[in-house]
């Protein structure tokens, strides 16, 4: 599993890293963010590719967690 730190970044660009990490095919990834947009914004983008999206938040940062 491929775990994506994309904390202090602003949207687009954790959509971008997502969509880049994507490309490997891997079954499962997992995504820190410290926003609520790009929470929201990663959350879609990963639903569109056909994953199912966990989230879990503490402290203000939400860890997503994307699974085939």
């Excluded at 879609?44 to 860890?63: C, F, M, R, S």
């Amino acid at each position: 599993m491929e775990i994506l730190d994309a904390r202090g970044l602003s949207c687009p660009e954790p959509v971008i890293m997502l969509s880049k990490a994507m490309m490997s095919k891997e079954n499962k990834y997992q995504m820190v963010v410290d926003s609520p947009t790009a929470k929201e914004n990663v959350s879609n983008y990963g639903k569109k590719q056909g994953y199912n999206v966990n989230v879990t938040e503490q402290n203000g940062e939400y860890t997503l967690t994307f699974t085939k």
